[in-house]
């Protein structure tokens, strides 16, 4: 089967880096990406990765590896504001997008 | 205009009331989505309209019954739902629909049966 797998919940604290980590295991690949979800608000695009290597884009990046199936997100000076579940969905062969359950990353003081 | 709007954003049913959801997006993309967000799980495709046609039902009980009548609207009628059916329901839309391209989501309606 198809799986994406995701910490179910990290805790940092504000100014630090945190790193979430995903890895999938899907039928083919086309393409990886993050999405950020405020408590109560729609999920947010944040990148979308299809060639291996960093993609950076201010305060975040996205790492991805597609031989060892395995993505992170960095989020670097963190703050109260990134506090937030990250999503994690992978494009298969057939175009399919297939979920992990999230990240929930609470920031503390 | 926001992008992509959903309406009502909370609502409470019981298991014999007929409900719709309502949404709506402002880009002029052709591809529309419901998704169901339960907690701690991953989000689960149910629906898939392309220039208003079906393109995709995800086995989604007949309970769900998705009407699209244009390529901005696109509602999703509910009708003797069951307890577990209690979850967020999101609305996305794109440009195009081989999951490619960044999906705009709504804030979602969240759902409950009693």
């Known amino acids: 089967g198809q799986n994406i797998d995701q910490p179910t919940e990290m805790t940092a604290t504000e100014g630090a880096i945190v790193q979430i980590n995903c890895t999938y295991q899907?039928?083919?690949?086309?393409?990886l990406f993050w999405y950020q979800q405020h408590a109560g608000e729609a999920p947010t695009f944040l990148s979308y990765?299809?060639l291996d290597g960093l993609e950076e884009k201010g305060r975040f990046s996205s790492f991805l590896s597609r031989s060892k199936g395995y993505s992170y997100l960095l989020l670097k000076e963190l703050q109260m504001k990134d506090s937030a579940s990250y999503l994690c969905?992978?494009?298969?062969?057939?175009?399919?997008?297939?979920w992990g359950a999230g990240t929930k990353l609470i920031i503390k003081p | 205009e926001t992008g992509v709007t959903q309406t009502p954003r909370h609502l409470v049913m019981g298991m014999t009331n007929k409900k719709s959801l309502k949404c709506e997006q402002h880009?002029?993309?052709?591809?529309m989505y419901w998704y169901k967000q339960s907690a701690k799980k991953p989000l689960e495709l149910m629906f898939v309209?392309?220039?208003?046609?079906?393109?995709e039902n995800n086995s989604v009980p007949s309970r769900f019954s998705p009407e699209c009548p244009n390529s901005s609207h696109l509602f999703l009628h509910l009708h003797t739902l069951q307890p577990e059916d209690s979850a967020l329901y999101l609305c996305?839309?794109?440009?195009?629909?081989?999951?490619?391209?960044?999906?705009?989501f709504g804030e979602g309606s969240r759902l409950t049966v009693l």
């Open positions: 880009l002029g993309h052709n591809a």
């Open positions: 996305a839309s794109s440009q195009g629909d081989t999951n490619t391209g960044e999906l705009f």
């Open positions: 990765n299809v």
């Open positions: 309209y392309n220039f208003k046609e079906q393109t």
């Open positions: 969905a992978v494009t298969d062969s057939n175009y399919q997008l297939i």
């Open positions: 899907t039928s083919g690949f086309n393409g």
